[in-house]
């Protein structure tokens, strides 16, 4: 995470949104589930979080960022928000869920036999590199649903100890809070346009209203290549979903 003294507009910023989410159920679910277990840890996430600079280009790292983006288990995880999905024409999978056809039915790796919508979608593209690299693969809709699907295992099952996430730079502080909570070190790459800039346009994303098709920032999109596309290729031969994260699995024996 880039170091520097915390900038009064950001921490109050940062403040602003956590004080909004208590009221909701996802804010008293986190306390109940994460910064009650861990208050010091939670605390110190806090701090950290107030730290970091969501307006400056570029990449931001959590908890010192990933040593290694690693396969095998506890795997690495790599996220992308839903609204990364295409509209016109409109993804086969729905939007706001963490559903990808072409990813738990993969269709080859050129995507010729993907549905049109597909083809040049991103989050097709971020799943295919995470999976291929032998990573967990999450399509990110709500902040309940991440929390459930990955900080809570992170603290009880020590999953995902890096990850790799694309989201708006409007949630980078918060989401940081609970990575870093959690105990996942992990790189934040931001969304280039479409992305959320306030807390009302965040609140009806959270609630799956989000009509505008995001874009990924070409910086972060060469990163994530880079950053999986060096990684030891497992490409596994089927994939299996667990909860509603996609993992990839080993091909059958014989």
């Not at 990933?66 to 990364?84: K, M, Q, V, Y």
């Not at 694309?166 to 934040?188: E, K, T, W």
């Not at 965040?202 to 990924?216: H, M, P, S, V, Y």
Request: proline share 8%; charged share 20%.
């Amino acid at each position: 995470m880039r170091s520097g003294v915390e900038s009064p507009r950001l921490s109050h910023l940062m403040w602003m949104f956590c004080l909004r989410s208590l009221v909701r159920e996802y804010g008293w679910l986190f306390i109940r589930r994460v910064a009650v277990r861990h208050p010091w840890r939670t605390l110190m996430a806090f701090r950290a979080a107030g730290r970091i600079d969501a307006t400056a280009r570029g990449v931001v790292e959590v908890g010192g960022g990933p040593s290694d983006f690693r396969a095998g288990e506890p795997p690495s995880i790599a996220g992308a928000g839903f609204c990364l999905k295409p509209v016109d024409p409109p993804c086969p999978s729905g939007r706001f869920n963490h559903d990808c056809v072409c990813l738990e039915r993969p269709a080859g790796p050129d995507g010729v036999t993907a549905p049109v919508p597909c083809r040049s979608c991103a989050i097709r593209e971020i799943g295919t590199r995470a999976l291929g690299a032998g990573s967990a693969f999450y399509v990110m809709t709500s902040a309940r649903d991440i929390l459930d699907d990955v900080y809570v295992p992170a603290l009880d099952a020590r999953q995902f100890p890096t990850g790799l996430f694309v989201l708006c730079r409007y949630s980078f502080i918060p989401f940081a809070v609970g990575l870093m909570a959690s105990g996942i070190h992990a790189r934040l790459l931001p969304l280039e346009s479409g992305d959320c800039r306030d807390y009302r346009t965040w609140l009806l994303a959270d609630r799956g209203i989000k009509d505008e098709q995001t874009t990924f920032d070409t910086a972060a999109s060469a990163d994530v290549d880079a950053r999986l596309g060096g990684a030891a290729p497992v490409r596994p031969l089927r994939v299996v979903r667990r909860g509603n994260v996609l993992f990839p699995a080993a091909a059958p024996a014989g």
